[in-house]
């Protein structure tokens, strides 16, 4: 197919779910060889979008158009024997399956008539299909032994494997950093030479500008410009996808340093992370980075009880601590939002009401019950200082945009009116509207007499957010910098180990 041809026309496409508008008449096109970035706020519409457009749901009303003829995508298969492929933030892949098992899961070529694998051929195309994306990896190894990198670059193959020539890749870079980012978008630029149309879906505005060709903007649910990338400036694509205009991307607030409330000194956990010390004050918000790997996420949940400490100790307001459980850490004030909200923030199935009350249900008893209308007052409270689009209280969290259920996390966490409180990648797949809402909110908690620890991986929110940025190494802390005197290059130099004693 020639460059720039239209492959993929959406026209008038619209859906309604219980309550919801979720599109209202949206269109959207696609070129080969193009990357159309898809912007908006959570709970745009964006995903169901491209969940009609990938066969996973059904429109109410509207038009799909590839390469001009009209199609009535039935099944995500179906979708696929079209070419047209779907890279999801939470991968769909089988982990206990090597990494050639799930490129043609499902799809394996057998020795002529027989229910037998042809284990030759699977292996040999699948090197095929690794190759044409420049990627060397072991075939036979589970995918569960892969990076997150690894197990995208999985996906994309097995997308190739269909022969598609239109790939939705979702939050692609939500968790990859560094290295693993510029080999994606290398990647993509390749399959851009290839003649593959890519929509593209995300909330880091940077590399926006730095792959895409195109914007479509939604906000509420309706398709607000279309416009090309060389002629919109950051500001303008904010204010179409919140409209209005944000002052400022990182609100942050100084306030005067309060008395120490959480200290850490040497703790070990062998094969997570060594002699890691740290210590938090009243007032202030204290930043964790390092590269995928470097031990952050390990730390917090050893800080919430969660994971055992093998050496150091832990002291909370000058007392030491021996967590023995995160329901321990809660009693005694310290809060962890955790960086896989779906699995470990959240019980999907519960409401928002039930979610937002449930670290804290004590306060709410009355003897054997719940009292239900300070249980409702408490959620309702919460749903409107944060923002969170929900037909109801009662709403099913699962059925939430993911934004939405990243404010509910928030939520159970200042009901619990913790006084440490752990935000692990607080902001991964939420706008940039509810980005500086959460800022905003940080501010207010420390204003409070809280004290923060956020562990990011996006060095701006960082640099912007932290009063002070401990940057962590192959599971050490690799230095400390004042937030003066940090910048993402010297982030880096620690992050690589290029800023430690001896190294290169």
């Known amino acids: 197919m020639a460059l720039n041809e239209l492959v993929l026309e959406l026209k008038g496409i619209a859906k309604r779910f219980p309550g919801v508008l979720a599109l209202d008449g949206v269109d959207l096109e696609l070129r080969a060889g193009e990357v159309h970035c898809l912007l908006g706020e959570n709970g745009a519409g964006k995903s ?8 996973a749901q059904p429109m109410d009303s509207g038009r799909i158009l590839l390469g001009g003829a009209a199609v009535d995508i039935q099944s995500p298969h179906h979708a696929q024997t079209l070419g047209i492929s779907m890279i999801y933030q939470e991968f769909n892949l089988c982990p206990h399956l090597n990494v050639a098992e799930n490129i043609f899961l499902g799809r394996e070529p ?37 990076s997150v990198a690894q197990q995208q670059m999985v996906e994309i193959a097995k997308a190739l ?40 879906i995300s909330h880091r505005l940077d590399e926006v500008f730095e792959i895409g060709d195109r914007v479509t903007v939604m906000r509420d649910g309706k398709r607000i410009d279309t416009r090309a990338i060389g002629d919109l400036t950051r500001d303008e694509i904010i204010r179409m996808m919140v409209g209005r205009d944000l002052t400022e991307e990182f609100p942050k607030e100084i306030f005067p340093k309060g008395e120490e409330i959480l200290r850490a000194e040497g ?29 952050r996420t390990e730390v917090a949940r050893a800080l919430f009880g969660a994971d055992p400490i093998e050496g150091g100790t832990i002291h909370l307001n000058g007392n030491r601590l021996a967590l023995r459980s995160p329901m ?16 470990q923030g959240l019980v999907l199935g519960m409401t928002v009401r039930e979610n937002t009350t449930l670290a804290n249900l004590k306060s709410l008893a009355w003897g054997p019950f719940v009292n239900r209308k300070a249980e409702r007052a408490a959620a309702e409270k919460y749903v409107g200082e944060l923002h969170i689009k929900t037909p109801s209280i009662d709403q099913v969290t699962q059925n939430l945009s993911g934004g939405n259920q990243q404010k509910v996390v928030l939520a159970k966490w200042l009901f619990t009116e913790s006084k440490v409180l752990i935000f692990d990648e607080p902001t991964r797949g939420i706008d940039v509207g509810a980005k500086v809402e959460i800022y905003k909110l940080m501010n207010e908690l420390v204003r409070r007499g809280a004290g923060v620890l956020m562990i990011s991986s996006e060095l701006p929110e960082i640099l912007g957010m932290c009063d002070r940025i401990l940057v962590m190494h192959e599971g050490r802390i690799a230095g400390e910098l004042a937030r003066s005197e940090a910048t993402q290059e010297a982030i880096m130099r620690l992050a690589t180990g290029l800023g430690l004693a001896g190294a290169a």
């Not at 169901?48 to 066969?55: F, Q, S």
């Not at 060594?274 to 390092?290: A, Q």
């Not at 850490?329 to 310290?334: K, N, P, S």
């Open 48 to 55: 169901t979008l491209m969940k009609i457009l990938a066969g």
């Open 110 to 146: 057998r020795l002529g008539w027989t229910p037998f694998i042809d284990w030759r051929k699977l292996y040999g195309d699948a090197r095929a299909v690794l190759s044409r994306i420049g990627v060397d990896l072991d075939l036979r190894m589970p995918v569960r032994e892969c």
């Open 161 to 200: 494997s269909f022969n598609s020539k239109i790939i939705v890749m979702d939050e692609p870079s939500a968790t990859l950093t560094g290295h693993e980012l510029k080999a994606l978008f290398a990647l993509i630029r390749d399959l851009k030479r290839q003649g593959i149309g890519l929509i593209y």
């Open 267 to 295: 703790l070990s956990r062998a094969g997570a992370f060594s002699n890691v010390s740290l210590r938090l004050h009243r007032g202030e918000i204290v930043g964790i980075t390092g590269l995928v790997g470097a031990g």
């Open 328 to 343: 321990h850490a809660i009693r005694e004030g310290i809060g962890l939002l955790t960086e896989d909200r779906k699995q």
